[in-house]
């Protein structure tokens, strides 16, 4: 029995064991060991709760379709989106993404501050300063006065 065994039936029965080994076994064995080649992922959180604060802010908003608003119409709403896009449609949200964007630019006039403007509203505001030193020179006495 034991001639016939050779080292294929080894590496056979090392991948059967390591195979019915679970994965929780190998973490928390790792655990003490390295804490951070340990992976604790449970899977995704479920959703009930993100539903219910939709539904409560969208019933505090108010307005016609908001206060009657049900979580089955929001869990519609999310399973109507959770189909995989295509690479095509991939392609065509970002092609529209970026012709809006550069609609939005072309909208967008340039900024037209100049320093010659600059130096005029510095000016006038000098202007202004200087009027109110001369209509009453202590502005600390006049702050005083008036609070």
């Known amino acids: 029995c034991w001639k016939s065994f050779n080292i294929a039936n080894c590496i056979t029965y090392i991948k059967q064991a390591m195979d019915a080994i679970k994965p929780e ?14 992976n604790d992922f449970k899977g995704f959180p479920t959703i009930d709760k993100e539903v219910e ?7 505090q908003v108010g307005g016609d379709g908001f206060v009657d608003i049900l979580e089955e119409e929001i869990e519609e709403l999310i399973e ?6 295509t690479n095509e449609e991939l392609e065509e949200l970002i092609k ?11 909208q967008e006039e340039p900024a037209t501050w100049t320093l010659h403007k600059f ?8 202007h202004l ?5 001369e209509y009453d020179p202590s502005m600390e006495r006049s702050l005083k006065n008036h609070t």
């Open 53 to 59: 604060c939709i539904v409560q802010v969208a019933r």
């Open 119 to 126: 130096s005029e509203v510095f000016q006038a505001a000098k």
């Open 25 to 38: 076994t190998v973490n928390a064995c790792w655990r003490n060991l390295w804490k951070d080649c340990v």
């Open 80 to 85: 109507g989106h959770r189909e995989t896009l």
């Open 96 to 106: 529209s993404s970026t012709e809006d964007e550069d609609d939005d630019n072309e």
């Open 129 to 133: 300063n200087d009027l109110i030193s």
